[in-house]
C-alpha cells in the first residue's frame, strides 16, 4: 500500500477492535439521498450481532418515497417506523440510530465531506405514530398543552449540607396527599440524632447558621491507627477503607472544573471534528498531570480517572483551520485547510482520581493534586503554561477542591459520570499513542445520570498503556 503523497511504500497499522467496524459499515449502514448535492449515513446502535441481521433487512427502503427525506432526523426516524411496522422487529427493542450528513464545502468541492452528525435515540410510539401521521398528511403538526398541579410542596432538611431549603415533593396516594421523604432526609435525621444522643459526640454536627457539616475527623484518620480515635457515625453511613494492611484514602478525590468553551475531539474525527459530551480519562489524566506540573505522563500509571458533566452544555459549530502533514516543512501551505468544529459551551465537570493502585504510594498523582488545590501549599507547584483542558486554547476558569463548593453544586441541575461497562455506548481513550493509533488503549462505558457521589473503584477507568 502506498499514500498518494509519498513515493515509497507505506503501512498502516490498527487494532482488531478498529478494524471490524469498517468491514461492519459495508453492509450495516444505509445511505440516503437528501438531493442531488448532500446525502446521509445512517449508523444503527448495534446491541446484538445474532438479531442484527433482521433489523438491517427491515431497515431498507422498499418504495421511491420511502427514500426520500428532508433532513438527517426524517431518515433515523423513518428507519425506526419501518422497523417498528417489521412484525419480526416490532418485539425487540429499537435501535438509537447516529446519522452523518455529507455535502460539498467551499474548500473541497470536488468531494463530499462530513459536516453534520446527530444521534436519534429510540423513537416512542407516539413519536414514531406522529410520523407516521405527519408523513401522509404532509402538514405540520403543532402541540401546545399546559401541566397543571393542584398541589403545593413543603419543605424538609435533606441531605448534609442542604439544610431545610429543599423542597419536597407530594403525590397523590390511594385518594390522599403523602409527601416524599429521600433516603437522603432518613440518613440527615439518624445523623442529627445520633449527635443528640451520642455521649462521646459524633463525626459530623450540622452548624445551622453556617449551613455546612463540622468534622472532627474528616479523613477518618483514626481508622487507620491503633488504637484510633473513632465516632459511631463514621461506619454507620457507610464509608469504604480500600486497604487491610493500612489506611489509604476514603474516596476517590474530586476535582471541580469548569471550562467556558471546549472540545473534547473523538479521535475518529477528520473532516468535522466532532466533540464528545466529557473529556476522555487520557484527557482528564493529562489536565491534572498539567495541574501539578508533571511532564512524564508514565509517572502515575495504574490510576484510576474518571469524569461526570452537569447538565446538557450548548453545542455550537464554527469554521476554523486545521494542520494535516501532507508535506514537509511542517508550516507549508499545503498543511492547512479549513473544516468545521463542534464546540461545548459553559462545561461543568467534576473529575474523581484515585491513586489506591498506583505502584509508588509514597508520591501518588492524588497526593499531589491535594497540595497543588491546598491554598498554604499551591505555591511550592512548579509549572509551566497555561492551564486548559483539552485543546490548548481552552483555557480552564475554575479548578477547586469538590469539598469546597459542594453545598452550591447541588443546585446545578442533573449530573451525568462515566461508568465503565463492558457492553458500554460510548468507547473513550485511556492512553493515546500520539506516533499512529495502534498503542491507543479505550474504555468502554456509559454516560449514566447519578447522583452528586464518588462512582465505585471497578467503575472507573485505568490508566494504563
Keep these: 500500500m502506498r499514500h498518494n503523497a509519498f513515493s515509497t511504500p507505506t503501512k498502516l497499522y490498527d487494532l482488531p477492535a478498529q478494524i471490524l467496524p469498517l468491514y461492519f459499515a459495508l453492509v450495516g449502514c444505509l445511505p440516503l439521498s437528501v438531493n442531488r448535492g448532500s446525502g446521509v449515513l445512517l449508523i444503527p446502535d448495534v446491541t446484538n450481532l445474532i438479531t442484527f441481521p433482521a433489523i438491517r433487512a427491515a431497515m431498507t427502503p422498499k418504495t421511491t418515497r420511502e427514500c426520500q427525506i428532508t433532513i438527517a432526523s426524517d431518515a433515523a426516524l423513518q428507519t425506526q417506523l419501518r422497523l417498528r411496522a417489521t412484525e419480526e422487529v ?72 442542604e439544610g431545610n431549603i429543599t423542597t419536597l415533593q407530594k403525590l397523590i396516594w390511594h385518594g390522599a396527599p403523602h409527601s ?24 459530623r454536627s450540622w452548624n445551622e447558621d453556617a449551613r455546612v457539616n463540622e468534622w472532627e475527623d474528616h479523613e477518618f484518620k483514626g481508622w487507620g491507627e491503633k488504637p484510633g480515635k473513632t465516632f459511631i457515625d463514621d461506619d454507620l453511613p457507610g464509608f469504604i477503607v ?98 468545521y468544529q463542534q464546540l461545548l459551551t459553559d462545561v461543568r465537570l467534576i473529575i474523581w482520581l484515585d491513586s489506591s493502585e498506583e505502584p509508588d504510594q509514597q508520591e501518588t498523582l492524588e497526593r499531589r493534586v491535594r497540595r497543588a488545590l491546598n491554598p498554604a501549599e499551591r505555591g511550592k507547584i512548579e509549572r509551566f503554561g497555561g492551564l486548559s483542558l483539552g485543546e490548548s ?28 461497562a463492558e457492553a458500554g455506548r460510548l468507547t473513550l481513550p485511556v492512553w493515546v499513542d500520539h506516533v499512529g493509533s495502534s498503542g491507543t488503549r479505550y474504555a468502554t462505558g456509559n454516560l449514566e445520570n447519578t447522583e452528586l457521589g464518588p462512582p465505585a473503584l471497578d467503575r472507573m477507568p485505568v490508566i494504563s498503556p
Aim: aromatic fraction near 8%.
Design 242 to 339: 480500600r486497604s487491610i494492611d493500612r489506611f489509604r484514602e476514603v474516596f476517590a478525590f474530586e476535582v471541580y472544573v469548569t471550562v467556558p468553551v471546549a472540545c473534547f475531539r473523538r479521535g475518529m474525527a477528520r473532516e468535522y471534528l466532532e466533540t464528545e459530551l466529557i473529556p476522555p480519562p487520557s484527557t482528564c489524566y493529562g489536565f491534572l498531570l498539567s495541574l501539578v506540573g508533571e511532564t512524564d505522563r508514565h509517572r502515575h500509571v495504574r490510576c484510576r480517572v474518571t469524569s461526570g458533566i452537569f447538565g446538557e452544555p450548548d453545542i455550537s459549530v464554527v469554521l476554523r483551520t486545521v494542520w494535516r502533514v501532507k508535506s514537509t516543512p511542517l508550516g507549508s501551505a499545503g498543511n492547512t485547510r479549513p473544516d
Design 180 to 203: 416524599t421523604v429521600s433516603a437522603e432526609a432518613i440518613r440527615f435525621a439518624l445523623l442529627r440524632l445520633l449527635a443528640e444522643a451520642e455521649d462521646t459526640g459524633t463525626n
Design 90 to 161: 416490532h418485539k425487540r427493542d429499537l435501535p438509537a440510530c447516529h446519522v452523518v450528513t455529507f455535502r460539498p464545502t467551499p474548500w473541497a468541492s470536488q468531494q463530499k465531506s462530513r459536516v453534520d452528525t446527530i444521534t436519534v435515540e429510540p423513537g416512542s410510539d407516539e413519536v414514531l405514530s406522529q410520523t407516521s401521521l405527519i408523513r401522509e398528511l404532509h402538514m405540520s403538526l403543532h402541540v401546545f398543552g399546559n401541566i397543571v398541579t393542584p398541589f403545593g410542596t413543603a419543605a424538609i432538611n435533606r441531605a448534609e449540607n
Design 393 to 420: 486554547r481552552h483555557m480552564v476558569d475554575i479548578v477547586s477542591a469538590l469539598e469546597s463548593c459542594q453545598h452550591s453544586l447541588r443546585q446545578q441541575g442533573d449530573f451525568r459520570m462515566f461508568h465503565v
